[in-house]
């Protein structure tokens, strides 16, 4: 699956500038109206783009993978940036599909409106928000309150969780990502970011950094963490002091019982027809829903 993570699938008639015939209105459309007899990716050529969110981008590359097979005249490119750059791509009319970590916010949909756009909301997956440090680290679980004082600062020795005396390297995403945001809201309950937090360009610079320094913390979707294996180690996570520290899985986000989990997107500009349509449905399918498990993440039914 390591491939899939970086695989975005971006093709040549994307540099032409020749893009978003697949969700376009029937009316507008060349190809045959979505529930026809005649499979509107069997029309001439199509194209799709999906941007947004790097923690969704090799479960989006997956899907988009697999309905590619079933249907050879579609092309999808994925890529990532972040939600916040899904969701104004989006808005800008550069892409088809955003996929967000988060929702849409107000300003969001106010400069959507603006512009004419009608963002529709469809939730595909779910996803823990996994705690990992180094597999040298010989804390194995943490509270969310604990963790919040890491990233705000207030913590900044492992020694102060009951870890050795060495000074703590915290990791984060990028602003534009939607797991910063859905972090700072959901575990640092809306505070600022402490001054001695790096700013990682990506999901995959978090498992590299973590996995090459004993004293680093950091945070990312399940499905990269489960992909690291043994390169980083995972933490339990209370959500009081007084509550079960509980590891991250697809059990424990399914039944609620770990504290740090979401939601996860995709966009679509008003309700989506033709192709943009059959591969949000391919998503729900119980097809989407298998790449879903085995992609790391969760299922939304």
Request: aromatic share 6%; charged share 20%; net charge neutral.
């Amino acid at each position: 699956m390591i491939r899939h993570m970086m695989c975005y699938r971006v093709f040549l008639i994307l540099a032409l500038g020749i893009w978003g015939f697949a969700c376009q209105k029937p009316s507008e459309s060349s190809g045959p109206e979505s529930g026809s007899a005649a499979k509107p990716a069997q029309a001439a050529g199509k194209v799709m783009m999906i941007k947004g969110s790097d923690t969704m981008v090799h479960l989006v590359t997956a899907w988009a993978e697999a309905f590619m097979k079933k249907h050879p005249d579609v092309q999808i490119a994925v890529t990532g940036g972040g939600s916040g750059t899904g969701i104004a791509a989006l808005i800008n009319g550069q892409t088809d599909l955003c996929a967000s970590s988060r929702e849409i916010n107000d300003k969001e949909k106010k400069d959507a409106e603006a512009k004419g756009i009608h963002p529709t909301e469809f939730a595909v997956a779910r996803d823990g928000i996994a705690v990992v440090v180094n597999p040298k680290n010989p804390i194995s679980e943490l509270t969310k309150e604990q963790v919040k004082k890491i990233y705000t600062g207030a913590l900044t020795n492992w020694n102060q969780v009951g870890g050795p005396d060495a000074p703590i390297m915290v990791l984060s995403r990028e602003s534009s990502s939607g797991t910063y945001v859905f972090f700072q809201e959901h575990v640092l309950d809306k505070a600022d970011y402490g001054p001695r937090v790096r700013l990682m360009p990506a999901t995959s610079a978090i498992i590299q950094e973590t996995a090459a320094n004993a004293s680093a913390i950091g945070y990312v979707g399940l499905g990269y963490a489960a992909e690291a294996g043994d390169k980083v180690k995972m933490l339990k996570i209370k959500a009081r002091d007084d509550a079960p520290a509980v590891m991250p899985s697809e059990e424990t986000v399914k039944a609620g019982a770990y504290p740090i989990a979401r939601a996860l997107y995709l966009y679509a500009q008003g309700q989506p027809t033709g192709v943009c349509k059959e591969f949000l449905d391919f998503c729900l399918s119980p097809e989407g829903e298998t790449i879903v498990r085995e992609n790391g993440y969760v299922t939304v039914k």
